[in-house]
């Protein structure tokens, strides 16, 4: 904790220009909230009060904002630092907000503050933010997408199935007997030939008419079933669509630079999981990877969101990095440099109102597109968590629901030939062996075979987003191993738990506590709300409320630290 004297005073910056004293700096106090487990503060501050030269400053730089100047929407650059007769240390560097909470009353003007660079005025740039925007600008391009394929597929009804039987039947039928016929028409001839020459010249010329009208007609009978075989395999064999999806880290990547950050995460899924976004279109795929207008993710913030739902992920801001990163990071806890002083603390409580007797992790399912329906698992998990021993069940408070919504659908792989598709193969084989019988090339059976991999969807014009995972354009064989509601519980929501990883969910937790507190311990805290107790436990800051000017603020904290070991849980997957 830092050693500075009672003593010590304050100076103040305005715009890069020594100023007086604010009216109410001395008795100011700064509360910064650490919002849904963040590891960075979000600040709020009663508003700093000016007067005389110093209001008139920030007046015209509002004025300024009619004349070529910044104006209101850009924060007024303001430095608070402390310094007794040693040493002095820059405590504070930020902006006055003067788009929030700005009061002018004639004489005084009152404005907030704002800590640049600190997590929440991340979250104020990005939600102005949407991509057809970062598109619009190029901070978004073609090289943020991936090109894969899908195929429109619904199932097979019986008569289809009928009908390329009777139609493979009826091909191989009339080419074998249109052949059987070729050949007696020329064994006739040969025979003639050799045995009725020079006698019964009339009926050798006859025959070999018919030998040569047969041959025509079964090579015209052959290049007219291969015509109706390839007609047929298109018309029962959609074809495979090209489309376009968006990467995940890569877009991250450019959103940060965008922000005046480098992106760094070490969740390897941001590599292999794509934004697929919902298409509008009922015959062809997706030109672009841009999430559509009506999107879950169109809007930058909501992309945020949806990744920390995801992976239980928490961003943090170090110098110019700007991290990602699951909430259970060792990463956030080695960050943390402050130790909270020596004071006595008997006021515990418990984390029990984080205690959710269910947890769900639910994906979404399309009505636009069946595979989502009919393909249910992977789509939601959820773990119930119980009591092993119960005494008197109407005394029983174990309550509450924790569930997480994805606003995105599932993808489903072409896993293997249905009995239709069987059938087209052979019927393709067949159409390949007579086209190259007669000098062609061909692979229509190949490209039967070559589709299984890629996405499925019962209609081009499906409706929500969807989240796959990709190897080259590709759906891995194990695509549901590697992508489900299980699998993000299992290697990132798992740490919610109350009972696995020895009770990892359970806390101590300690309020309003009133600690001897000085600036530099405050800047320490709002870069990491991990921190070190006295006696040596890891902690995390829920609230501080500093007093500036007196050195010492209310504290309210919690450390891990299991409180029972009376609960079970059983996992439900759909």
Known sequence: MANLSKNAELSFTLNNQS???????????????????????????????????????????????????????????????TYNQSNQYLAFKGYLDLSDGFIDTETNVLCNIK?????????????????????????????????????????????????????????????VQAIKDTAAAVATVVGLLTASFPPGLGAFIYAVAIAIIQSVYTTLL????????????????????????????????????????????PIPELDTYVYLPSNPSTDEGLTSGLPQSSDYGYRVNDFFKL???????????????????????PFFEQQSTW????????????????????????????????WTINNFTGTNYEVITDANVVNNVEAKYLKGLDFVNIPL??????????????????????????????????????????????????QNDYSLPKLLTLVGDKLPANHRALLSAKYLYENYHISKSFVQNNYYGQKYVYNDIEIPFGFEDFLQLIN???????????????????????????????????????????????
């Open 115 to 175: 800590k640049s660079n600190g997590l929440n005025s991340l979250d104020e740039k990005i939600s102005a933010l949407t991509f057809g925007y970062l598109e619009s600008i190029g901070v978004i391009s073609s090289s943020e997408y991936i090109d894969t394929k899908y195929i429109v597929y619904n199932k097979v009804e019986l008569i289809e199935i009928l009908i390329a039987n009777i139609v493979l039947f009826l091909l191989i039928k009339e080419t």
């Open 339 to 370: 130790i909270a002083p020596d004071v006595k603390n008997d006021r515990v409580a418990y984390n029990t109102n984080e205690f959710q007797a269910n947890r769900i992790i639910a994906f979404q399912t399309d009505l636009m597109d069946n």
């Open 528 to 574: 990491n709300s991990y921190f070190t107790t006295s006696d040596g436990y890891s902690a995390k800051a829920i609230k501080i409320e500093w007093n500036i000017l007196k050195d010492k603020a209310v504290l309210s904290y919690w450390i891990r630290k299991p409180y029972t070991t009376n609960l079970k849980e059983t996992f439900i997957e759909p």
């Open 307 to 329: 990744l920390q739902d995801l992976f239980n992920g928490r961003y943090a801001i170090v110098g110019n990095e700007l991290h990602f990163r699951k909430e259970s990071d």
């Open 409 to 458: 659908a599932l993808g489903n792989r072409k896993n293997e030939l249905t009995d239709l598709e069987n059938i087209l193969s052979s019927v393709a084989s067949f159409a390949d062996g007579l086209i190259n019988t007669f000098g062609g090339s061909s692979d229509l059976e190949g490209q039967i075979e070559g589709k299984i991999g890629y996405l499925k969807v019962s």
């Open 222 to 265: 052959v290049i007219a079933i291969i015509d109706m075989m390839e007609k047929l395999i298109n018309s029962l064999m959609p074809p495979l669509v090209p489309t376009k999806a968006l990467k995940i880290r890569a877009s991250m990547e450019k959103i940060a630079i965008k922000l005046g950050y480098v992106f760094i995460s």
């Open 19 to 81: 100023i007086d004293y604010p009216l109410n700096a001395r008795d100011v106090q700064i509360l910064a909230t650490f919002d849904n487990e963040a590891t960075q503060a979000n600040i709020t501050t009663e508003s700093f009060e000016f007067t005389l030269e110093e209001a008139e400053k920030i007046r015209q730089y509002i004025i300024d904002g009619m004349n070529s100047g910044a104006g209101i929407f850009e924060g007024m650059p303001f430095d608070i630092t």
